[in-house]
T-cell receptor
Framework: DGGITQSPKYLFRKEGQNVTLSCEQNLNHDAMYWYRQDPGQGLRLIYYSQIVNDFQKGDIAEGYSVSREKKESFPLTVTSAQKNPTAFYLC??????????????FGPGTRLTVL | AQSVTQLGSHVSVSEGALVLLRCNYSSSVPPYLFWYVQYPNQGLQLLLKYTSAATLVKGINGFEAEFKKSETSFHLTKPSAHMSDAAEYFCAVRTPTGRRALTFGSGTRLQVQP
């Protein structure tokens, strides 16, 4: 089945720890995205990558880092510098054809809780 | 920069009644517009999208939306609500050029009463 997988589904972190959220896609999409979802705030863009070995900060990148070493993988690290990391994290991908309204497909999400 | 406003964080309808979820956008260039649905603790699924081909867009599960440039609106409708429609709905915008990522509204939670 083609799609986007995120792991783990639930993640618990102690304050001061870094954690890495996994995102893998087998849709052969060039572009990948990380969003953060908080109740009543919709989704906010953390980082995005339009091509391997390149990525750009989104609207709330502080305290997060990413890498894009392979086309199918776009892991997100939540660092200890992120002040309020408890949230639902969603990964997405799209074909990213120039000028077209390519659909973004979303993974099932990872719920991160800081203890 | 573009933005989206969804009026009403919660909407409640009776089963069989009309569903109307409101979305207004702001964009300096003609936008692409999207409606997504999210069931509890799941990712988002595309309902429909507007890409300038036709102002009335039909999507999955009987939903449709009409792009009205004069009102900068893209409201989502369904003639008859089903219990299975209970979910959270997000409107999103992006422009044909520039950043490919979507800008989302804050969402509307739809309740369907039996």
């Amino acid at each position: 089945d083609g799609g986007i997988t995120q792991s783990p589904k639930y993640l618990f972190r102690k304050e001061g720890q870094n954690v890495t959220l996994s995102c893998e896609q087998n849709l052969n999409h060039d572009a990948m995205y990380w969003y953060r979802q908080d109740p009543g705030q919709g989704l906010r863009l953390i980082y995005y990558s339009q091509i391997v070995n390149d990525f750009q900060k989104g609207d709330i990148a502080e305290g997060y880092s990413v890498s894009r070493e392979k086309k199918e993988s776009f892991p997100l690290t939540v660092t200890s510098a992120q002040k309020n990391p408890t949230a639902f994290y969603l990964c997405a991908s799209s074909a990213d054809s120039s000028g077209s309204a390519d659909t973004q497909y979303f993974g099932p999400g990872t719920r991160l809780t800081v203890l | 920069a573009q933005s989206v406003t969804q009026l009403g964080s919660h909407v409640s309808v009776s089963e069989g009644a009309l569903v109307l979820l409101r979305c207004n956008y702001s964009s300096s260039v003609p936008p692409y517009l999207f409606w997504y649905v999210q069931y509890p603790n799941q990712g988002l699924q595309l309902l429909l999208k507007y890409t300038s081909a036709a102002t009335l867009v039909k999507g999955i599960n009987g939903f449709e939306a009409e792009f009205k440039k004069s009102e900068t609106s893209f409201h989502l409708t369904k003639p008859s609500a089903h219990m299975s429609d209970a979910a959270e709905y997000f409107c999103a915008v992006r422009t044909p050029t520039g950043r490919r990522a979507l800008t989302f509204g804050s969402g509307t939670r739809l309740q369907v009463q039996p």
